[in-house]
């Protein structure tokens, strides 16, 4: 199993973008494979023929494969939480102070508490657990992107402010399995988008429970794959997009193994005596879907069932057996190099081979310190090594001139890149460590009486009456209604403290050097 970290995992889709970078490079394929035609066509030694044919068609493959590629870390959670109220830090399940640093938070929580009063207040401000996620990340600069809930299922995305403009299509659905698929206390949530071009998608179960069910857990599995779709014609399915990163509590159990047997493995850390009869293991031989996800070696404790506030597993009378119910797998996209036409030749598409993403692992562990539920969090963090497809925002945004409460203040933004823009588009003013697209201090709709043109320059008045009266740093951001996210940022920019503010007493008046 630890053989899977030796080669490096790489895939392809088939979805190219419209880029100068990528026009260039067919223009020199274009010369290549014309150069190569003359070549064949003037040469009369059949040896130097062949060997320059051969160069100049290892040229023609190359060309733009070596080029600038990025690494972008992930680190994605999954917790069956067991209707517990979030513990006082999380700080080490985030991993806050890793280097490199996230560019990506990925949460899936399993069982949030969603009786049906807690569950409507969730509904009209946010859960207690996505508060704790926010107040804990937001002074790092991470942002709510999105979220999704289902009863207790809960998917939750962050990122990196710079990251946001190129965080896009976002599309979020669910699928319930519980009582027959009228109930969603079992199930999936999803969240797909387009990172930089690439498609991802992240998909957090809670499927069906107990030793006897794997087969129903399987059942629902492909279930929750064949009825979650999305409204984009590229990737209309889960398993369309190039990476797919399924986790939560899949409560596949370890069969036939007696308790003695498994806490004595467990207790000498040979986690190894107990692979082959993992339920997901097993089902992975002979199940053609399973054999497309990959997952890292179990080499931490089975996560269920412990006794809250304790790593001692489950002393109750049930005594359940210790279980690697909570985990993280993910698939790459097979590579369409190979379709097929009406005419039975065979074709390449040219994005494959500019655009691959590589997916490695650099840790699959779980968290023993969190008390709070009978599961144990697990924790997978990865390396996306992309090239990226989009490298340009769709809006450009400026705060002109100074800005403070004491006059009407005035920024500019221009449409870059056509999209599917709106008159109920809306920019927003946001302080330095703002937690989400609605987290804003004031915001202005866009151009009132149509879309603005592309190149076109627009200024929008905000009133100095919406202006925060004391000193800080901000940003504006342009939220796009169509793709549900903010899609621009305006530089970092700082707004003067207003006399207002002494006015109002929020300051102190300072005379000849003296407070008063």
């Known amino acids: 199993m630890s053989d899977m970290f030796d080669v490096p995992r790489a895939c392809s889709d088939s979805i190219s973008s419209t880029a100068s970078l990528s026009t260039l490079r067919l223009m020199l394929r274009q010369r290549l494979s014309q150069l190569l035609t003359c070549v064949e066509d003037l040469s009369s030694d059949d040896e130097v023929n062949e060997e320059v044919s051969r160069t100049l068609d290892e040229a023609f493959q190359l060309c733009g494969r070596y080029t600038n590629k990025e690494s972008f870390r992930l680190h994605m959670v999954t917790w069956n939480v067991g209707t517990a109220e979030p513990p006082a830090d999380v700080s080490s399940l985030l991993q806050l102070d890793s280097q490199p640093a996230t560019d990506l938070y990925v949460i899936g929580l399993q069982e949030v508490n969603s009786t049906p009063v807690r569950y409507i207040s969730d509904l009209i401000a946010e859960d207690s657990w996505s508060h704790l996620l926010m107040d804990t990340l937001a002074p790092k600069g991470y942002i709510k992107v999105t979220s999704v809930r289902m009863q207790g299922l809960l998917l939750i995305l962050f990122a990196k402010q710079v990251h946001l403009p190129f965080i896009r299509d ?30 991802l998608c992240f998909l957090n179960c809670h499927l069906a429970a107990h030793m006897n069910y794997a087969l129903q857990r399987m059942d629902e599995f492909e279930y929750i794959l064949d009825t979650q779709d999305f409204d984009m014609y590229n990737t209309p399915y889960v398993l369309d997009h190039k990476v797919v990163f399924w986790f939560g509590d899949l409560n596949f159990r370890i069969a036939d193994h007696g ?69 993280i797998l993910w698939r790459i996209k097979t590579k369409a190099s190979d379709s097929e036409d009406e005419s039975g030749s065979t074709t390449s598409s040219a994005d494959d081979d500019e655009y691959p993403v590589k997916v490695t692992q650099d840790m699959y562990t779980c968290d023993v310190s969190y008390g709070v539920s009978d599961h144990k969090p697990v924790i997978g963090t990865f390396n ?43 920019i927003g003013l946001y302080k330095i460590g703002f937690k989400s697209a609605s987290d804003y201090i004031t915001f202005a709709w866009v151009k009132d009486d149509e879309v603005a043109a592309n190149g076109e320059v627009v200024m929008v008045t905000v009133s100095k009456d919406e202006l925060p009266l004391l000193a800080g740093e901000y940003v504006v951001g342009y939220y796009s209604s169509n793709m549900r996210t903010i899609i621009a940022f305006s530089p970092t920019f700082q707004i003067l403290e207003s006399k207002r503010a002494v006015m109002e007493g929020l300051i102190p008046e300072n005379i000849n050097g003296h407070e008063k």
Not at 390 to 412: F, I, K, N, P, Q
């Open 170 to 199: 976002i599309q979020s659905t669910y699928t319930r399995t519980g009582l027959f698929g009228y109930w969603g206390n079992k199930g999936g949530v999803s969240v797909r988008f387009s990172f930089y071009g690439h498609m």
């Open 259 to 327: 308790m003695h047997f498994l806490r004595s493995s467990i207790n000498n850390n040979r986690f190894n005596l107990l692979w082959n009869k993992d339920q997901l293991t097993m089902l992975k031989k002979n199940e053609p879907i399973l054999q497309e996800f990959e997952e890292g070696p179990l080499q931490f404790k089975p996560t269920y069932k412990f006794d809250r506030f304790s790593e001692t597993y489950d002393t109750s009378g049930k005594k359940r057996k210790p279980a690697w119910t909570d985990r």
């Open 384 to 426: 996306l090594e992309i090239r990226k497809k989009v490298e340009t925002a769709l809006v450009r945004l400026t705060a002109e001139g100074c800005w403070s409460a004491d006059e009407d203040a005035l920024l500019t933004y221009t449409i870059l890149e056509t999209f599917e823009s709106s008159t109920w588009d809306w």
